[in-house]
């Protein structure tokens, strides 16, 4: 097969008809094989319905609806699970993505020999407040963190080699740093093409301000997760380290100070009435709590069933 588009949907009856129809029609014009993946992500419209109705039409149609809504990302999970095309494409239900970018997608993909493309939104039909300025600045951030250069990671028009969509795990609220994973998994040939964007037709967005702030939450974990999930000592044992060895010093200097004073018959000051000690005595107990935050991301890790799980590409004779 080649081609799986997954929809990953919460309550977009009215355009989904509309959809499904676009999309048909540019894999019939371009002779495409494909599959069309629904994800229902507990709808409590009739969105199941409607599915239901168009998989009797087209037999090319799959479905799977939870049984609550659990987000995004998790829709999208299950749908990479299910998917057996060649090369997979994502698409938001809300018609705002273009089913006509579907066959340069795929050519990027099976020709231009990338390992993912994503959609680049470079005219932008959303609320400029609410949407269009964040984002812009969201994007910036996280092309400082990730290192990779898309301008919009959180696009929902993406296609992908099927071995990356198997390869990765998107769970939470990762969605929007699927490129970041792909690109920690080791496919890194990643690239953007600009894409057609429009008003949502139907019904309203689900996601409001706060995904600013989870995004950003989510892009510390993975970057942190990609460094040093499978050696968590190494950070908090050298901050740790540093931070003691620190107020260590910090001490020392306040005994000697101290032992001075008394040892020269001085009028000596009392230790607790210099800043300096309650700062030491804060670094130094900061500093261990680190060092055992280390120790216990180690056991935990040791426990993890990941702990030696690494992608394979290749292999010769076994
Ligand atoms: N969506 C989903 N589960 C959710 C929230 C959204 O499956 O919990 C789907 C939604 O139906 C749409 C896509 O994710 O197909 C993108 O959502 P939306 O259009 O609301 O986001 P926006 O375009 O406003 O960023
Ligand atoms: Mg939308």
């Not at 509309?18 to 409590?44: A, C, N, P, T």
């Not at 968590?232 to 001075?260: Q, R, S």
């Not at 680190?290 to 004779?317: D, P």
Request: proline share 3%; hydrophobic share 40%.
């Amino acid at each position: 097969m080649d081609i799986s588009v997954i929809i990953p949907l919460l309550n977009e009856e009215e355009s989904l008809p509309e959809l499904h129809d676009w999309i048909v029609r540019v894999m019939q014009q371009h002779k495409y094989s494909y599959e069309i993946v629904f994800v229902d992500d507990g709808s409590k419209d009739k969105s199941w319905s409607v599915i239901e109705g168009l998989s009797q039409k087209n037999p090319n149609v799959k479905a799977i609806k939870f049984r609550r809504n659990y987000g995004k990302s998790p829709a999208l999970h299950v749908g990479f699970e299910a998917a057996e095309g060649n090369v997979i494409i994502t698409m938001d239900a809300d018609l705002q993505d273009s089913p006509d970018e579907i066959p340069e997608l795929y050519n990027m993909i099976t020709q231009g020999g990338f390992d993912l493309v994503s959609g680049w939104k470079q005219k932008r039909y959303d609320n400029a407040f609410t949407k269009n300025l964040p984002s812009k600045l969201y994007n910036w951030t996280n092309r400082k963190i990730s290192g990779i250069k898309l301008h919009d990671m959180n696009c929902g028009l993406k296609a992908y080699k099927k071995e990356v969509v198997k390869s990765i795990e998107i769970y939470g609220e990762m969605h929007r740093f699927i490129p970041v994973l792909a690109k920690n998994a080791g496919f890194d040939n990643i690239t953007e093409k600009t894409v057609q964007h429009q008003a949502r037709k139907y019904g309203t967005s689900k996601f409001g301000w706060d995904r600013f702030i989870n995004g950003f939450l989510d892009l510390l974990t993975i970057t942190f997760l990609s460094k040093f999930g499978k050696r968590p000592m190494h950070l908090f044992g050298t901050m740790g380290t540093f931070m003691f060895i620190v107020g260590f010093f910090m001490t020392i200097y306040l005994g000697v100070e101290k032992l001075y004073c008394v040892y020269n018959h001085e009028r000596a000051p009392l230790v607790a009435s210099n800043p300096l000690f309650f700062i030491a005595l804060t670094t130094m107990v900061l500093g261990t709590l680190l060092f055992l935050t280390g120790f216990v991301g180690e056991l935990i890790l040791r426990n993890s069933s990941v702990r030696n799980h690494y992608l394979l590409e290749k292999k010769v004779n076994l």
